[in-house]
């Protein structure tokens, strides 16, 4: 159980693209979605907190304009990259934390590879 | 705010050893929880162990166990019987409870790239 669905897992695209990364718990609700990015042997770097039906809340120094994170069900959150640079390209990372029950841990999807052309 | 620090970059070890990764934390939360997650070459995040603060015991999961030191804010994972597959990069990872039944976000140490040799 509690699996986390991450879609795609790699996308590679020009710059000046926007790209929407799929976070979705696939046999559980998850009120809160949490966004990281991960540079190569690099600590997980949390971006934002999403709340279902409510705003993002975001790590400062993360442009909230350019990573547009959407939490519209209990199951689905997206991260969009809007017009994606070079400097983008990295590892994203979400994570759900079950909505029922108490102390449950955060679920990690796969990660999406984005490489910016 | 809270920081957890992972002085080992890179830790080595013989498959059938035991080996030691280090954490410590610094908060001022009295209750807390501290997690060991590993991260293999594919890149997923697996839930290792973890451990309440308001707990003196410290956890234990087959092979893996920790020594919680609360008064040191040391959190270390020990690792026996090492195995091939237990080649990754490990964070230790501290959290508090939002609202006494939920998880906060996670802090996450630098990470500790750990290589099983056969």
């Known amino acids: 159980g509690a699996v986390v669905s991450q879609h795609p897992s790699w996308v590679i695209c020009k710059s000046g693209t926007s790209v929407k990364i799929e976070c979705r718990s696939l046999?559980?609700?998850?009120?809160?979605m949490f966004w990281y990015r991960q540079f190569p042997k690099q600590s997980l770097m949390l971006m934002a907190t999403?709340?279902?039906?409510?705003?993002?809340?975001?790590e400062q120094g993360v442009e909230k304009d350019k990573f547009l994170i959407n939490h519209a069900s209990l199951t689905l959150s997206t991260l969009t990259v809007t017009s994606a640079h070079p400097e983008d390209s990295s590892f994203y990372i979400c994570?759900?934390?079950?909505?029922?029950?108490?102390?449950?841990?955060?679920?990690f999807g796969d990660g999406t590879r984005l490489s910016i052309l | 705010a809270q920081t957890v620090t992972q002085s080992q970059p890179e830790m080595s070890v013989q498959e059938a050893e035991t080996v030691t990764l280090s954490c410590t934390y610094d908060?001022?939360?009295?209750?807390?929880?501290l997690f060991w997650y590993k991260q293999p070459p594919s890149r997923q995040m697996i839930l290792v162990i973890r451990?309440?603060?308001?707990?003196?015991q410290n956890a234990t999961e087959n092979r893996f166990s920790v020594n919680f030191q609360k008064a040191a804010k040391s959190f270390s994972l020990k690792i026996s019987d090492s195995q091939l597959g237990d080649t990754a990069m490990y964070f230790c990872?501290?959290?508090?409870?939002?609202?006494?039944?939920?998880?906060?976000?996670?802090?996450f140490g630098q990470g500790t790239i750990l290589t099983v040799h056969p």
């Open positions: 451990q309440e603060a308001y707990k003196q």
């Open positions: 990872a501290f959290t508090t409870l939002i609202g006494g039944t939920s998880y906060g976000k996670l802090t």
């Open positions: 994570s759900a934390r079950e909505t029922a029950g108490i102390n449950q841990p955060q679920h």
């Open positions: 908060t001022s939360e009295n209750n807390y929880y």
């Open positions: 046999d559980f609700q998850a009120t809160t």
């Open positions: 999403s709340n279902e039906g409510s705003k993002a809340t975001y």
